[in-house]
């Protein structure tokens, strides 16, 4: 540059930017070129690594976001014979109009494709015994026990069982089913699909047929199956310890402190009267088992605790459902609640929907609205235009273990003789090995479940028997089960859907054989009721169900027949304005049939009683409060003695033991004195049970361990307070203070030092995981399908009923699975809520949507009439007929 004045040079301002100039020239480029060679790989390889993870993040986002159905707009859809609507809500729950019944069917199955096809897959695997060809050896057992027990074949025997109605439903499910998955690869049906192809599974999926409905109810009876564990535990305390005591652990149900369903009543000529009075049962008392025996029911009894948890455990599960009537209600009318406690998963067990004609005809029956079944056709759970219903697990014992006596392979001794079994072979297919053959063994009990692994084959064969002469082979162990006997219970689902009164609905639940439920019923008259349906057998005397019984015995057999429809318990209108169940005991000690001997012990249905007779007139929202009481009932009885515990060693212990002091009982998630008073618990449990006791048979923590401690409280130098694995002898007060010292040094290790911080729900989480690939312990797979980590109160044997397990933690195995309240004054202002979701893809925005709602006790408004329906529908999916 030159100056115009002087034209001497002139030099730049000497700045930062000038002096870097000769670095910045080529940019970041030629930096990096001038960087070392090591530098520059390590880079690149970095770069590389960054971009291939974007693209597999994109990739993978697209992977997962391919199965979301279309839910808005028009499609074209073979087999259908008239439009169909689809109008969905901001929570994706769908409420489906058409002109038949055939063609809602047909939407209904469509719809459940669209949203919960791999479930539906998953289920139809289990009940027909094949798992193991989507996902190999790690469920070889669990396909072995099923095909053993012939769930599908069952379902097959039952098709031919159904209605012509029922069946034609079926047909046009499947139908709409298939139509859903037929135009659509498995990437575009689920997510898992694409998982599983990764590890190299080559798969599509078959039709679906109407059995495969058909068979899923098998599989929800096995989860309500009853006290077949009950059975079997008694059996190996038996080796150690007396009947008296065995009969403390199992009390009596208490009648006196926890009233039955229903009060009163008794059969006459073959019917139930609510009015009548009628005779007593028997009480038997058997010998005691040889230990061979006992080892055949354990190791059956650890083939059961193996299945896995999509199949049910039938531990820790119940359900709450009662009824008000118009007096009772602040509506002038009836209003029902039900909410059902099942086992946690991802996505949960129900999904939403309502099924609409858009006129009532012949050809069109349907109009109904709840909690439905993927894979079933028809509502559940909910109500129609008349009537509303809600189920809870009676619990009837439907089930019994025979021992049986083997001689030779193929043989079983019976009343001395020796019969033929009936024997059938199946193939199960294992992806990656090689097919596996089953023999399936059967007496006249049923099938032998101790054959479910050659490991339990011929289980006892030394033992000896009560029979004179030969001893055979040994033990096996057959199961006796009501749901293994065809019957027409898909009937009684559409039944229940079309009832519009009292008796239609008894008409409809008469078909209702597997799993027995005690219904609860509200119509638009105002009038309520319950009913006790299913198929429950009739033994002779000397079999009572508490214990396995000889099968070689034909005196032990089940007579074959059931209890008539007409003689089960059944109410309508009762004196006292409602009916609280909550799987106590159904009806008083003089009901002349037996249903069984191991109820809830009541705590949970006291509670209701009491809120509802507290409440007098009761909301919508009164009701709701009811469901999310979180009172423990124990602790009324065990905190008074906990607090006379005065010598605990310091301030320190003493702080936590203040906690307890002016506690209200209550356990909300946010509760410090619930969270000790379960951590000391538990500990209690442990100090007196663990030294005496199987460790299958530990305590649990729920229902019948509260009698059973809260007799022990009275008896403070009983037995069962001495720690038998030391030289002193323990008193009540002694583990009582041992279990407060080491309550507070957990919640100590656990949460904090200052009580004031503790917290329940820290200790009380539930974890929703996906039965399959949520296990899988791939992490990223498992972070995929998995919703983890909810706080939440209740607990066991309380109302609201998060059931934890003592003998593992405190984290929530069973759980209400969802939450109703139906206003029969106006069904628009009934609510409800479900664990998770409507949908079971990941990448759904209703894949768990519904569960922070459920975990701060709130509710979705139902809509019901189309008005209400339309205000609320965000998306509207029009099904049209296929043209040419």
Same mark, same amino acid.
């Given at each position: 540059?030159?100056?115009?004045?002087?034209?001497?040079?002139?030099?730049?301002?000497?700045?930062?930017?000038?002096?870097?100039?000769?670095?910045?020239?080529?940019?970041?480029?030629?930096?990096?070129?001038?960087?070392?060679?090591?530098?520059?790989?390590?880079?690149?390889?970095?770069?590389?690594?960054?971009?291939?993870?974007?693209?597999?993040? =994109?990739?993978?986002?697209?992977?997962?976001?391919?199965?979301?159905?279309?839910?808005?707009?028009?499609?074209?859809?073979?087999?259908?014979?008239?439009?169909?609507?689809?109008?969905?809500?901001?929570?994706?729950?769908?409420?489906?109009?058409?002109?038949?019944? /055939? @063609?809602?069917?047909?939407?209904?199955?469509?719809?459940?494709?669209?949203?919960?096809?791999?479930?539906?897959?998953?289920?139809?695997?289990?009940?027909?015994?094949?798992?193991?060809?989507?996902? #190999?050896?790690?469920?070889?057992?669990?396909?072995?026990?099923?095909?053993?027990?012939?769930? $599908?074949?069952?379902?097959?025997?039952?098709?031919?069982?159904?209605?012509?109605?029922?069946?034609?439903?079926?047909?046009?499910?499947?139908?709409?089913?298939?139509?859903?998955?037929?135009?659509?690869?498995?990437?575009?049906?689920?997510?898992?699909?694409?998982?599983? %192809?990764?590890?190299?599974?080559?798969?599509?999926?078959?039709?679906?047929?109407?059995?495969?409905?058909?068979?899923?109810?098998?599989?929800?009876?096995?989860?309500?199956?009853?006290?077949?564990?009950?059975?079997?535990?008694?059996?190996?305390?038996?080796?150690?310890?007396?009947?008296?005591?065995?009969?403390?652990?199992?009390?009596?149900?208490?009648?006196?402190?926890?009233?039955?369903?229903?009060?009163?009543?008794?059969?006459?000529?073959?019917?139930?009267?609510?009015?009548?009075?009628?005779?007593?049962?028997?009480?038997?008392?058997?010998?005691?088992?040889?230990?061979?025996?006992? @080892?055949?029911?354990?190791?059956?009894?650890?083939?059961?605790?193996?299945?896995?948890?999509?199949?049910?455990?039938?531990?820790?599960?119940?359900? +709450?459902?009662?009824?008000?009537?118009?007096?009772?209600?602040?509506? #002038?009318?009836?209003?029902?609640?039900?909410?059902?406690?099942?086992?946690?998963?991802?996505?949960?067990?129900?999904?939403?929907?309502?099924?609409?004609?858009?006129?009532?005809?012949?050809?069109?029956?349907?109009?109904?609205?709840?909690?439905?079944?993927?894979?079933?056709?028809?509502?559940?759970?909910?109500? +129609?235009?008349?009537?509303?219903?809600?189920?809870?697990?009676?619990?009837?014992?439907?089930?019994?273990?025979?021992?049986?006596?083997?001689?030779?392979?193929?043989?079983?001794?019976?009343?001395?003789?020796?019969?033929?079994?009936?024997?059938?072979?199946?193939?199960?297919?294992?992806?990656?090995?090689?097919?596996?053959?089953?023999?399936?063994?059967?007496?006249?009990?049923?099938?032998?479940?101790?054959?479910?692994?050659?490991?339990? =084959?011929?289980?006892?064969?030394?033992?000896?028997?009560? *029979?004179?002469?030969?001893?055979?082979?040994?033990?096996?162990?057959?199961? /006796?089960?009501?749901?293994?006997?065809?019957?027409?219970?898909?009937?009684?689902?559409?039944?229940?859907?079309?009832?519009?009164?009292?008796?239609?609905?008894?008409?409809?639940?008469?078909?209702?054989?597997?799993?027995?439920?005690?219904?609860?019923?509200?119509?638009?008259?105002?009038?309520?009721?319950?009913?006790?349906?299913?198929?429950?057998?009739?033994?002779?005397? #000397?079999? @009572?169900?508490?214990?396995?019984?000889?099968?070689?015995?034909?005196?032990?057999?089940?007579? #074959?027949?059931?209890?008539?429809?007409?003689?089960?318990?059944?109410?309508?209108?009762?004196?006292?304005?409602?009916?609280?169940?909550?799987?106590?005991?159904?009806? %008083?000690?003089?009901?002349?049939?037996?249903?069984?001997?191991?109820?809830?012990?009541?705590?949970?249905?006291?509670?209701?009683? *009491?809120?509802?007779?507290?409440?007098?007139?009761?909301?919508?929202?009164?009701?709701?409060?009811?469901?999310?009481?979180?009172?423990?009932?124990?602790?009324?009885?065990?905190?008074?003695?906990?607090?006379?515990?005065?010598?605990?060693?310091?301030?320190?212990?003493?702080?936590?033991?203040?906690?307890?002091?002016?506690?209200?009982?209550?356990?909300?998630?946010?509760?410090?004195?619930?969270?000790?008073?379960?951590?000391?618990?538990?500990?209690?449990?442990?100090?007196?049970?663990? @030294?005496?006791?199987?460790?299958?048979?530990?305590?649990?923590? %729920?229902?019948?361990?509260?009698?059973?401690?809260?007799?022990?409280?009275?008896?403070?130098?009983?037995?069962?307070?001495?720690?038998?694995?030391?030289?002193?002898?323990?008193?009540?007060?002694?583990?009582?203070?041992?279990?407060?010292?080491?309550?507070?040094?957990?919640?100590?290790?656990?949460?904090?030092?200052?009580?004031?911080?503790?917290?329940?729900?820290?200790?009380?989480?539930?974890?929703?995981?996906?039965?399959?690939?949520?296990?899988?312990?791939?992490?990223?797979?498992? $972070?995929?399908?998995?919703?983890?980590?909810?706080?939440? %109160?209740?607990?066991?044997?309380?109302?609201?009923?998060?059931?934890?397990?003592?003998?593992?933690?405190? *984290?929530?195995?069973?759980?209400?699975?969802?939450?109703?309240?139906?206003?029969?004054?106006?069904?628009?202002?009934?609510?409800?809520?479900?664990?998770?979701?409507?949908?079971?893809?990941?990448?759904?925005?209703?894949?768990?949507?519904?569960?922070?709602?459920?975990?701060?006790?709130?509710?979705?408004?139902?809509?019901?009439?189309?008005?209400?329906?339309?205000?609320? =529908?965000?998306?509207?999916?029009?099904?049209?007929?296929?043209?040419?």
């Amino acid at each position: 540059m030159v100056d115009a004045m002087s034209e001497q040079p002139v030099t730049p301002a000497h700045t930062p930017a000038a002096e870097d100039a000769p670095a910045r020239r080529g940019g970041w480029w030629h930096t990096f070129r001038r960087a070392p060679r090591g530098v520059r790989w390590a880079a690149w390889t970095a770069l590389v690594l960054v971009l291939v993870l974007l693209v597999l993040a =994109a990739a993978a986002v697209v992977v997962v976001r391919r199965p979301l159905p279309q839910t808005d707009g028009e499609v074209e859809v073979p087999g259908l014979s008239a439009s169909v609507e689809v109008l969905r809500d901001d929570h994706g729950i769908p409420q489906v109009y058409a002109d038949t019944d /055939a @063609d809602l069917m047909f939407a209904q199955g469509y719809v459940h494709a669209q949203e919960r096809f791999f479930e539906m897959d998953v289920r139809r695997h289990i009940t027909a015994g094949r798992l193991s060809e989507i996902f #190999g050896e790690d469920t070889l057992e669990t396909d072995r026990f099923i095909r053993t027990m012939g769930w $599908r074949r069952v379902a097959e025997q039952e098709l031919a069982l159904l209605q012509p109605a029922t069946r034609d439903a079926l047909t046009s499910y499947a139908e709409g089913v298939n139509a859903y998955i037929g135009e659509r690869s498995p990437s575009q049906l689920a997510a898992e699909y694409s998982v599983l %192809g990764l590890t190299g599974l080559d798969y599509t999926p078959e039709e679906w047929q109407p059995v495969d409905s058909l068979a899923w109810l098998k599989a929800m009876a096995w989860d309500l199956r009853g006290n077949m564990d009950a059975e079997v535990d008694r059996v190996l305390l038996s080796l150690d310890h007396t009947p008296e005591e065995i009969a403390a652990l199992w009390p009596a149900y208490p009648y006196d402190d926890h009233p039955p369903i229903v009060s009163g009543g008794g059969v006459v000529d073959g019917v139930f009267e609510q009015n009548a009075t009628g005779n007593a049962t028997r009480n038997p008392r058997r010998p005691a088992y040889p230990p061979a025996v006992v @080892d055949a029911l354990e190791r059956v009894q650890e083939s059961l605790d193996a299945m896995p948890s999509l199949v049910g455990k039938g531990r820790g599960i119940g359900s +709450n459902s009662w009824v008000v009537d118009g007096e009772h209600s602040a509506t #002038g009318m009836p209003l029902l609640a039900n909410d059902p406690h099942l086992g946690i998963s991802q996505p949960g067990i129900w999904m939403q929907m309502g099924l609409h004609c858009r006129e009532q005809s012949a050809e069109c029956t349907l109009d109904t609205s709840g909690f439905t079944f993927s894979g079933v056709p028809g509502v559940i759970i909910g109500h +129609n235009a008349d009537i509303a219903w809600g189920f809870t697990n009676l619990g009837p014992d439907v089930s019994d273990l025979f021992l049986e006596q083997t001689d030779g392979d193929d043989r079983y001794v019976r009343d001395g003789r020796s019969e033929p079994m009936e024997v059938r072979t199946e193939t199960i297919r294992v992806r990656g090995g090689d097919d596996v053959e089953l023999r399936v063994r059967e007496t006249v009990h049923g099938p032998l479940i101790s054959d479910v692994s050659s490991e339990f =084959a011929t289980v006892g064969a030394n033992a000896p028997t009560d *029979e004179p002469g030969e001893r055979g082979s040994g033990y096996a162990v057959a199961l /006796a089960w009501t749901a293994l006997d065809p019957a027409p219970t898909a009937d009684a689902i559409l039944g229940l859907n079309r009832a519009s009164d009292w008796d239609e609905f008894r008409a409809a639940a008469a078909d209702f054989a597997v799993p027995a439920q005690n219904l609860v019923y509200a119509d638009r008259e105002g009038h309520i009721g319950y009913q006790a349906p299913g198929r429950i057998p009739i033994r002779r005397a #000397g079999n @009572d169900g508490t214990m396995p019984v000889e099968g070689w015995v034909s005196a032990n057999d089940w007579t #074959g027949d059931y209890i008539p429809f007409d003689g089960l318990p059944s109410v309508l209108d009762p004196e006292e304005g409602f009916l609280a169940t909550a799987n106590q005991a159904v009806v %008083g000690e003089d009901y002349p049939y037996l249903l069984t001997r191991d109820w809830d012990y009541g705590f949970r249905s006291t509670r209701i009683r *009491e809120a509802l007779q507290a409440e007098g007139e009761l909301s919508v929202q009164e009701m709701l409060d009811v469901q999310l009481d979180s009172t423990n009932p124990m602790a009324e009885t065990l905190v008074p003695y906990l607090l006379d515990i005065r010598d605990l060693p310091s301030p320190y212990y003493r702080n936590a033991q203040n906690l307890l002091r002016g506690w209200d009982f209550t356990q909300p998630v946010d509760s410090a004195p619930a969270a000790y008073f379960n951590v000391v618990w538990r500990t209690l449990l442990e100090l007196t049970f663990h @030294d005496d006791l199987r460790r299958r048979t530990w305590p649990d923590g %729920g229902d019948r361990w509260f009698l059973v401690v809260s007799r022990m409280l009275t008896e403070p130098a009983g037995p069962w307070w001495d720690d038998s694995t030391t030289d002193e002898v323990e008193t009540r007060d002694d583990i009582l203070r041992a279990a407060m010292i080491a309550a507070r040094d957990e919640m100590t290790r656990r949460q904090a030092r200052d009580p004031r911080l503790w917290t329940w729900g820290h200790l009380h989480r539930m974890h929703l995981h996906s039965s399959t690939l949520g296990e899988s312990g791939i992490a990223p797979v498992e $972070r995929l399908f998995n919703r983890d980590g909810w706080q939440v %109160g209740g607990g066991s044997a309380i109302v609201d009923a998060t059931s934890w397990n003592a003998v593992d933690g405190y *984290e929530v195995t069973a759980a209400p699975s969802m939450r109703m309240v139906v206003s029969l004054a106006d069904f628009d202002e009934s609510r409800w809520i479900n664990l998770t979701g409507v949908s079971g893809h990941p990448a759904s925005a209703h894949y768990s949507d519904q569960t922070e709602l459920y975990v701060e006790g709130d509710t979705l408004p139902w809509a019901w009439t189309r008005g209400a329906v339309e205000a609320a =529908a965000e998306d509207r999916l029009v099904l049209t007929p296929a043209s040419g």
